[in-house]
């Protein structure tokens, strides 16, 4: 069974005094139209200013450079000389590592350099050695064959003696021993012709020997070089994998994690990716902050847009003012944003890694520029339009939109700026109707 509340005292006099209202506006509306003053309709004054077209987007405050520091080599953590906070500069030697082992095999090495560097001047000093053996042989040589000259200059003057004789015992003139004892002395010339070239031989056979040992400890030489290479080379790799146990700073910054302690053994990071980093370093005079700008909005962007930082729930009131650094040249696949970087000068470090704020970056500034309130604009067919108080007359008046950010609409033509508009209600307007315009407040 239905019930029926009874109206209350107080409903039924708002609903009477509603009815007065109503009464009340469309007798006053019936006056206006027989004075043939129109409707009555709030107005404004079109003016001409400086609109800052920006976007407003949430953002991150990072150091500008931030580095998780690991160890390239295992080893037992000697010393670490600084902890979260700790101011830090480039080069500074943050933590050790005690590699007992490493130090062995970099003492090892140095001694086979050693070894190699004495075989080097062992084989340098056989080079020498070689080199008077050849100019020995090449002595004898020369000696040799100056013999040869004066063999067989010998022996061409006993060829010369002997057919002298020849000569002198055909006709009788000489005895026949003579004759036979210049052959004699001719066959000992030709013998000894022969004997001074073995010995030419011999020598020549000591000065190619000589030569090729020459050679041979020449390139025992260049050997024991290249050994020294080889052990420089691995003495230097030693040295270089053993300067990894001292840990760097490797820019001017602030520790802000420390994940070890001395007598801790570091695991290496090199292919281990279980290996957990020793301190975290970021640079923080400089800082940047992570915007994400909307894909309405990217084709404003331009490097060195100013940008203001404010709204920081910790440092209320402040706001910091930069410009737009860089920014990605591509939008993200899922969210349809750009990133954006702004950077800061932070000397005074006032802004932390991690802080949270707004970020405002103006796009683009229109001078200048006639403006409206929203509410006056009106839109029909994909056509804006608004409404200008022509004598009591209301006259619709095309526009184009430049700016509009909800509440102000920037017009960049249509509208020259002094005009009066109506400001609220034009959709009940009709073009050419009479109207009584009212400037509001």
């Known amino acids: 069974m239905k019930t029926f509340r009874k109206p209350s005292l107080v409903t039924s006099a708002m609903f009477l005094v509603g009815i007065v209202l109503v009464s009340g506006a469309e007798e006053s509306l019936a006056q206006n139209s027989k004075s043939g003053k ?22 991150t405050v990072e150091g500008f450079k931030t580095v998780e520091l690991y160890s390239k080599i295992g080893g037992f953590l000697e010393d670490i000389s600084v902890d979260i906070g700790d101011e830090v500069k480039e080069g500074q030697e943050l933590a050790h590592l005690d590699i007992p082992e490493m130090e062995q095999e970099l003492l090892q090495k140095q001694a086979l350099l050693q070894q190699s560097q004495a075989e080097v001047e062992q084989s340098q000093a056989a080079v020498l050695q070689s080199d008077a053996k050849v100019n020995s042989a090449l002595a004898a040589l020369s000696e040799a064959q100056t013999e040869r000259e004066e063999s067989e200059s010998q022996l061409r003057f006993r060829q010369v003696e002997v057919r002298r004789y020849q000569d002198l015992v055909n006709s009788n003139s000489a005895r026949r021993e003579l004759l036979d004892q210049a052959k004699f002395q001719l066959d000992s010339a030709t013998a000894g012709v022969k004997t001074v070239l073995a010995r030419i031989q011999t020598a020549q056979a000591h000065v190619n020997a000589a030569k090729a040992n020459l050679a041979r400890s020449k390139a025992d030489v260049k050997s024991a070089q290249a050994h020294v290479n080889v052990t420089q080379a691995n003495l230097k790799y030693s040295q270089t994998m053993s300067a990894y146990g001292t840990i760097r700073a490797p820019f001017n910054g602030t520790v802000v994690m420390r994940n070890v302690d001395p007598g801790a053994f570091i695991q290496s990071a090199d292919g281990n990716s279980a290996a957990k ?17 909307p894909m309405k909005d990217v084709r404003l962007l331009n490097r060195g847009d100013k940008a203001v930082l404010n709204r920081i729930t910790v440092l209320p009131g402040e706001e910091f003012v930069g410009t737009v650094t860089r920014f990605s040249p591509a939008l993200g696949k899922r969210s349809r944003l750009m990133r954006a970087e702004v950077d800061f000068d932070n000397a005074d470090h006032k802004l932390w890694p991690g ?18 309130p929203s509410s006056a604009l009106l839109v029909e067919k994909g056509q804006s339009y608004v409404y200008v108080c022509d004598n009591g007359v209301a006259r ?6 430049s700016y509009h950010d909800g509440s102000t609409v920037g017009i960049s033509s249509g509208l020259a700026g002094g005009e009066q508009i109506i400001k609220t209600g034009g959709g009940q307007i009709a073009d050419g109707e009479r109207i009584e315009p009212v400037l509001a407040n």
């Open 38 to 59: 129109g409707q009555r309709v709030q107005s404004v004054i079109v003016q001409r200013q400086n609109i800052v077209r920006s976007v407003e987007m949430p953002g």
């Open 355 to 372: 802080y949270f704020g707004y970020m405002t970056i103006h796009l683009e500034e229109m001078t200048d520029t006639p403006v409206v």
């Open 396 to 401: 619709r008046q095309a526009v184009e939109v």
């Open 277 to 293: 980093p020793l301190l975290t370093i970021t640079h923080t005079d400089v800082v940047r902050v992570l915007v994400d700008i």
